[in-house]
């Protein structure tokens, strides 16, 4: 039967997900939230076990390179995220360094962070559930030196309620020789991996209508000639099955390239392989905010990034080919082969352990990297493996930050995000072309709000979020949200 002869009015349309990242998971939920029928596949034990995520990029103040288009676009999709997600923010402001020897200046910042300022209060004034980043007259602060040298002398605040008292430990701690001054608080906010995998399971878990299974891994896919339906292969403890779908969304993460390959789609895309650190600081019983130290990337002097969790935790990352980054470690598509080919060594650390060694020595130069201007830092020590994996970066740029949905048939999504906070639009981009197809109703276009996130229990959502990071193996410090209000005033 061709796909037209079908009744497609009748939200029967059955919808194939592959990969249960934050792409597959959250574009499952938000369908199966507007009553499509869903069937999410996931080779691993869970959901949302990819790369890591740390920061929300309420801004995209972190990236320079990046164009104010894109800055705005993270913005606005921070926000919803932020609605989407609540449990899994982390509410605490990021502080922004110029180191003394960078060839910037906080001068440059400036107009940027007007203009942010001014779309988060448009934002606000269209509808008042977008202040999550607290009053937009807040959005940035900047600190001169003067200000900076008096709050040395305070005290620090346990559970910080104003700009202020976030920026005491950073006052007290940092190499005021080593940074630029004014220093700038600015409101982008932490994205918490396990709070967000466990906010995801529990709702999807919730929902009659997406069937999300797990272990199962997608081993081939195939048009049919007959009704134009997609056939999904798959492998399910030793066993193959199979299945046919209407519309398929690759979610697939850095292997989205194999189930082009699978269909026989070309596809430029890059894959890169990264790494972030886990260590703890004692004796740090301070409350931090996030401090960003910026920096040429992929030079000795690249952009350090101190991370706070409770319990003097820190995850961090170095934007060297020593800590972060690695040699050989990003990767470009081919004519023939829509999948980026990762050097054997990496694809070891994804799949298998890494060796301690390594773990030992990137997670020191991190350290490292860090107390040259926390110098107290150089105390820390590693305490878990590093959090780590592959990224992809759709098209020809790879500055390229916010990306949206490709498609190449119009039953087949490609969601390829670079930041969490895209997986939104994507959702939406996914629902204008399943109302074009006739599958749901003009009505639910960029529905938010959704009741059944928003009634998670939290005690189970963080009760989940733990079993989930114990059983990755992580320090359970990296669930927990420091005690800080969630909005602070001037
Ligand atoms: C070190 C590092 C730090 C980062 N920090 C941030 C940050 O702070 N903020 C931010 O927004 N982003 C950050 N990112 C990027 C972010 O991690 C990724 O954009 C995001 O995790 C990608 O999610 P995804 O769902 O697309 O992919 P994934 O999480 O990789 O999910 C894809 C899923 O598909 C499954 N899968 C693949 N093939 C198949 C198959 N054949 N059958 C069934 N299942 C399959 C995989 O098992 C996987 O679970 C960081 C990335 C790295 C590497």
């Not at 980043?133 to 709050?151: M, T």
């Not at 492998?235 to 209407?246: L, P």
């Not at 470009?332 to 990762?342: E, F």
Request: proline letters at 4%; glycine letters at 6%.
């Amino acid at each position: 039967m061709a796909k037209e002869q079908r009744d497609l009015s009748t939200n029967k349309a059955k919808i194939a997900v592959v990969g249960g990242g934050i792409a597959g998971s959250t574009i499952a939920l938000y369908l199966s939230e507007i009553g499509l029928d869903i069937t999410l596949f996931e080779k691993g034990p869970s959901l949302v076990n990819g790369p890591p995520v740390c920061h929300l990029h309420a801004g995209g103040n972190l990236y320079r390179e990046i164009s104010d288009q894109q800055c705005v676009t993270l913005l606005k999709e921070s926000i919803d995220l932020i609605r989407f997600y609540p449990d899994a923010i982390d509410h605490r402001p990021t502080v922004i360094a110029v180191p003394t020897d960078d060839s910037g200046s906080p001068k440059e910042l400036y107009s940027r962070l007007n203009m942010l300022q001014a779309e988060y209060t448009a934002l606000i004034d269209v509808d008042e559930k977008n202040r999550v980043l607290g009053e937009s007259s807040d959005y940035f602060r900047l600190y001169e030196r003067e200000e900076i040298e008096a709050l040395k002398n305070e005290k620090v605040v346990d559970e910080p309620t104003q700009m202020d008292h976030w920026m005491i430990p950073v006052a007290k701690n940092i190499d005021l020789e080593k940074v630029q001054f004014p220093l700038i608080m600015v409101q982008e906010y932490g994205l918490n991996l396990f709070r967000l995998a466990s906010s995801a399971t529990l709702t999807l878990n919730e929902k009659e209508n997406c069937q999300v299974l797990l272990e199962h891994k997608v081993t081939d896919l195939t048009k049919s000639e007959e009704d134009e339906s997609w056939l999904v292969k798959y492998r399910h403890k030793g066993t193959i099955e199979q299945d046919s779908f209407d519309f398929l969304i690759n979610a697939a993460g850095f292997r989205t390239g194999d189930l082009d390959n699978m269909l026989g789609f070309e596809r430029e895309r890059f894959v890169e392989f990264k790494a972030a650190y886990v260590s703890q600081w004692e004796g740090c019983d301070s409350t931090w905010p996030e401090v960003i130290f910026y920096g040429e990337r992929g030079t000795p002097k690249g952009m350090a990034q101190f991370t706070p969790y409770p319990g003097g935790y820190f995850q961090l990352h170095g934007m060297t080919k020593e800590i972060t980054l690695f040699e050989d470690g990003l990767v470009k598509s081919s004519q023939q082969d829509a999948q980026p080919q990762l050097k054997t060594k990496f694809i070891e650390k994804i799949e298998n352990e890494w060796d301690p060694s390594d773990i030992k020595r990137r997670s020191e130069s991190a350290i490292e990297h860090l107390a040259q201007y926390i110098p107290a830092f150089d105390s820390a020590k590693v305490v878990s493996k590093p959090l780590y994996g592959a990224q992809q970066i759709p098209g020809l740029d790879a500055d390229l930050r916010a990306a949206n949905v490709s498609f190449v048939d119009e039953y087949y999504a490609r969601c390829e995000i670079v930041k969490a906070s895209s997986v939104l639009s994507m959702a939406d981009t996914i629902t204008r072309q399943l109302i074009t197809l006739g599958y749901v109703d003009e009505s639910v276009h960029k529905r938010r709000g959704f009741s059944t996130m928003e009634e998670l229990d939290r005690g189970v959502i963080s009760r989940q979020a733990e079993s989930l990071c114990r059983a990755r193996d992580y320090p359970v410090a990296l669930t927990q949200r420091s005690a800080a209000a969630h909005h602070m005033s001037a």
